[in-house]
């Protein structure tokens, strides 16, 4: 599907807030190795960089915490050649020994006050929401990101959330100033619709992990994307 905005050469800018510069990059890859088909978890890492990612998350459910912590090391050298942004899912202890530079937070992990205890400055700490009361929590506890959604759809992650669609994300644009990672069936013909809606980054996992090419496919979504607004550091 081709997006509109794109086809007839109009590139409007795209809003995005003050506090989006937590983020170096609106787009923010995640490698989750339940996505991958036959690709490892840093081969894809790496394809994602060579495309011009800048931010990575590494969400690895169901594994060993040995298992994690190899992996967060290989993208960390990874993450650290490209000058880019390592996030760990759910583990601050593999994030803080990794020397990532977040942890993301899910509903069933430490809460966001007993993170920043044990972490201090040395993380950026996000965390996902469902809800407008749920946002509007985790921006009040001091998260320097929320992820909001399932936006859309999604096979990739299971989630008891309905799709929360554009209209609730203006609507938690409007309740909250830190950013927003928007995530959940988010496709490159809907990036830009996104980030018009609110959003200051657009997380991917399976249309990215899909791609023949992974290096092309996230050179397209940035492309997408477009160049930041002017005065935009990024």
Known sequence: MTNPDLASGLMRPIPRSATARVLPSPLYAIVDPDALATRGCADAAAAMLAGGARVVQLRMKNRTVREILATAEALRRLTADANAM?????????????????????????PVAAARAIAGTRLLIGRSTHSLDDARAASAAGVDYIGFGPLFATTTKIVTA???????????????TVPIV???????????????????AV????DLAAARDITAKV????????PPPRGDAR
């Open 162 to 176: 309905a799709p929360q669609g554009l209209e609730r994300l203006r609507t938690i644009r409007d309740a909250v």
């Open 219 to 226: 050179r397209r979504v940035l492309e997408a994307i477009g």
């Open 182 to 200: 928007a995530i959940g069936g988010i496709t490159e013909d809907r990036v830009r619709d996104v980030l018009q809606a609110g959003a200051d």
């Open 86 to 110: 390592l996030v760990i899912n759910d583990r601050i202890d593999v994030a803080l020994a990794v020397a990532a530079d977040a942890v993301h937070l899910g509903d069933d992990d430490l």
């Open 203 to 206: 997380a991917m996992i399976g």
